[in-house]
């Protein structure tokens, strides 16, 4: 299991004076109008770079971005200056005559990986070709890891692999949800139930509380017989009659529908054929919080309604609720994260992870192909 330690960490390199690291980062932020929104992925890697400054060591950073506006890492290394001097070099095979004048602590940023045609195949000549770059390699982008991409699984093949302080940090705080604290309250929303089924129902029997919300207790209320109007739901068939009869599973008692004339809060059993259900109901929202406050362990990954459609005072009202709870509290994914951080709570969480799909795969699997890459890595 991932939860002992079976890779090797940054902190087992005992020299790192002048050694070339190529550095895996998520540098998959939100940019607008040629700027970065939010650079929390950026802050939380930020101890691994100064970690590897103060050893000395000659840091290239390799990352990648997906962006309508600008696929180029540029506008994310003038942002980095905030933090740590970053040099952008926009063609990786350019880097070896750059390095020769990078002083140690010096840091490169390497142009977005998937412009390369050979990052998302996996194509062995281009890992070959990054490893070639630098003496070691250091994983910190676990909110990445579980992607099959050369720059997480091969590149590890060609030279010592390491996981940095954030993976490791990941690893051991989402690695609590095997060996849970009881009473253990574990929560999840958004949409897709068909790649989260195998959550609900690994859960059911890890945890003592499991809160299906956002578009996946769509399902479950069909499956009760309820008309469900519009609202989006799995079309994959599932057995959730057997699943609705453990008592541990909890599904929102009250729910906001958009209506022709707005919003109303409705019980399940109340919703029309036009209607379309977009958030948990106060209710919903007062019964999760509740179980909260009963819990030692909090796990936490999807919001409780359509977020990015104005759909948000259920989650952001669970959000609060939950940073005051009294128990460890560990939240995940895209859309959970963008109301922590808009609602400035991030430092009330046990545990913030920079995962969305990562984290319910390692939540799943109890490892990731990053994970397993280290583990091997020569």
């Not at 942002?79 to 005559?97: A, I, T, W």
């Not at 992607?147 to 091969?154: G, K, M, N, Y």
């Not at 309604?305 to 669970?318: A, I, P, S, V």
Request: charged share 25%; net charge negative.
């Amino acid at each position: 299991m991932a939860s002992k330690k079976s890779f090797k960490t940054l902190r087992d390199i005992l020299h790192l004076d002048g050694v070339k690291v190529l550095l895996r980062l998520d540098l998959n932020v939100p940019i607008q109008k040629g700027k970065v929104v939010d650079d929390f992925r950026i802050r939380k890697s930020l101890p691994t770079i100064e970690y590897l400054q103060k050893a000395g060591a000659k840091i290239l950073i390799i990352g990648h971005l997906e962006n309508k506006e600008d696929r180029s890492l540029k506008v994310v290394a003038e942002h980095m200056q905030k933090y740590v001097p970053v040099q952008f070099v926009e063609n990786y095979r350019n880097v070896l005559s750059v390095l020769d004048t990078l002083p140690p602590s010096g840091c490169l940023l390497l142009e977005n990986l998937r412009l390369s045609e050979g990052e998302e195949s996996n194509d062995q000549k281009f890992a070959r070709e990054l490893a070639s770059l630098a003496d070691i390699y250091v994983n910190d982008a676990f909110s990445v890891s579980h992607r099959e991409h050369a720059s997480i699984v091969s590149v590890p093949k060609y030279i010592p692999g390491y996981a940095g302080l954030l993976f490791e940090e990941e690893v051991k705080n989402l690695s609590e949800a095997f060996v849970p604290e009881h009473p253990f309250l574990f929560i999840l929303g958004g949409a897709k139930l068909d790649s989260k089924m195998p959550l609900v129902e690994k859960f059911l029997t890890r945890a003592d509380f499991v809160f299906v919300g956002g578009a996946l207790a769509n399902n479950f209320f069909k499956a009760q017989g309820h008309e469900i109007g519009v609202s989006l739901f799995s079309k994959q068939e599932f057995n959730l009659v057997e699943v609705m009869k453990n008592t541990k599973l909890y599904l929102p008692e009250d729910v906001v529908v958009k209506t022709a004339g707005g919003k109303e809060n409705k019980k399940p059993d109340q919703v029309k054929p036009d209607e379309n259900i977009l958030d948990a109901g106060e209710k919903a929202v007062s019964t999760l919080a509740v179980l909260g406050r009963k819990s030692k362990l909090v796990v936490w990954n999807g919001p409780l309604g359509d977020y990015e459609n104005n759909f948000e005072k259920g989650t952001e009202d669970f959000a609060r609720a939950l940073s005051d709870c009294g128990a460890k509290t560990i939240v995940g994914g895209g859309d959970t994260l963008a109301v922590i951080h808009k609602l400035g709570i991030e430092d009330k969480f046990s545990f913030v992870s920079t995962a969305g799909g990562a984290m319910l795969d390692f939540l799943v699997q109890e490892t990731l192909p990053g994970i397993e890459a280290l583990k091997k890595s020569i």
